[in-house]
């Protein structure tokens, strides 16, 4: 019989600071392009209906959607307007479940299109195409609530005002290219890293999420998986900064002979 363990935070260590579960979940809705929105079914009452959904996030974090109103979602939505839009993580390690995700809850309304077509169309150049159909409209959902998860042990309701007057991290834009680097050219170094700044000693690490405190590794230790976050030096704000930062941490990891 396997023991191999999959979820779990790993060993308690020494807090490391992190943002907050509402600016990791603006994060993850700025970062995000597709969702999947769940409306009320009217074909079959009771039952959710799941849609893919292209979507933009305003300055409030409020999903913004280019829908038609022959699409059954908009039809479901014409009827009962509670609804629910899950976001996804890219995964970049192999497992799905270690990835960010989170699911915002509210009523969908449509939205004038004078206050939300540039944002929509900044995100999707090709939706132009559609907005001149005279059934084609543009629909907001107003937040009511926002559950967060960040990977394995990190979850949790976010209230709508704090989700609302929360900011995306700076690094939002950058860090799926510096995941992809890290993991791909610097797979190894991780492994350093992790045995030097905290005390792990693993066969594989994969960096799964970076913001400008730090970072977050899914590692590997014989038949053992878990999840361990590592703060930065100090805090950054650009890519440049991380990618000063991260230099540093492997050179220290190297210089002590870790590994």
Same mark, same amino acid.
């Given at each position: 019989?396997?023991?191999?363990?999959?979820?779990?935070?790993?060993?308690?260590?020494?807090?490391?600071?992190?943002?907050?579960?509402?600016?990791?979940?603006?994060t993850?809705?700025?970062?995000?392009?597709?969702?999947?929105?769940?409306?009320?079914?009217?074909?079959?009452?009771?039952? &959710?209906?799941? +849609?893919?959904? !292209?979507y933009? /996030?305003?300055p $409030?974090?409020?999903?913004v959607?280019?829908?038609?109103s022959? @699409?059954?979602?908009t039809?479901?939505?014409r009827?009962?307007p509670r609804?629910?839009?899950?976001?996804?993580? &890219?995964?970049v +390690?192999g497992? !799905?479940?270690? /990835?960010?995700? $989170?699911?915002?809850?509210?009523?969908?309304?449509?939205?004038? @299109?004078?206050?939300?077509r540039?944002?929509?169309l900044?995100?999707y150049?090709?939706?132009r195409?559609?907005?001149?159909?005279?059934?084609?409209?543009?629909?907001?959902?107003?937040?009511?609530?926002?559950?967060?998860?960040g990977?394995?042990?990190?979850?949790?309701?976010?209230?709508?005002?704090?989700?609302a007057?929360?900011?995306?991290?700076?690094?939002?834009?950058?860090a799926?290219g510096?995941?992809?680097?890290?993991?791909?050219?610097?797979?190894?170094a991780l492994?350093?890293?992790?045995?030097?700044?905290?005390g792990e000693?693993?066969?594989?690490?994969?960096?799964t999420?970076?913001?400008?405190l730090?970072?977050?590794?899914?590692?590997?230790?014989?038949?053992r998986?878990?999840?361990r976050r590592?703060?930065?030096?100090?805090?950054?704000?650009?890519t440049?900064e991380?990618?000063?930062?991260?230099?540093?941490?492997?050179?220290?990891?190297?210089?002590?002979?870790?590994?």
């Amino acid at each position: 019989m396997s023991t191999r363990q999959h979820a779990g935070p790993g060993p308690a260590g020494p807090d490391v600071p992190e943002p907050s579960l509402a600016e990791r979940a603006r994060t993850l809705a700025a970062l995000g392009r597709i969702g999947s929105l769940s409306t009320h079914s009217r074909k079959f009452p009771g039952f &959710p209906f799941g +849609s893919m959904m !292209p979507y933009a /996030a305003d300055p $409030l974090g409020r999903p913004v959607f280019l829908i038609s109103s022959m @699409a059954m979602h908009t039809q479901n939505l014409r009827q009962d307007p509670r609804a629910s839009l899950l976001i996804t993580q &890219p995964d970049v +390690s192999g497992d !799905p479940l270690g /990835a960010a995700r $989170l699911t915002v809850v509210g009523a969908v309304a449509e939205a004038p @299109a004078g206050e939300v077509r540039d944002l929509y169309l900044s995100r999707y150049e090709n939706a132009r195409y559609w907005q001149d159909y005279t059934d084609f409209a543009y629909f907001r959902l107003e937040v009511s609530g926002v559950y967060f998860i960040g990977g394995f042990g990190v979850m949790g309701w976010i209230a709508a005002e704090d989700y609302a007057s929360a900011r995306p991290d700076p690094l939002w834009e950058a860090a799926p290219g510096i995941l992809q680097h890290m993991n791909a050219d610097h797979a190894d170094a991780l492994v350093l890293v992790a045995r030097h700044f905290a005390g792990e000693a693993a066969d594989k690490a994969v960096m799964t999420a970076v913001d400008r405190l730090g970072f977050q590794l899914r590692l590997e230790a014989g038949e053992r998986i878990h999840g361990r976050r590592l703060a930065f030096l100090r805090e950054v704000t650009n890519t440049e900064e991380a990618r000063q930062v991260l230099v540093e941490m492997v050179r220290q990891s190297r210089s002590t002979g870790a590994g």
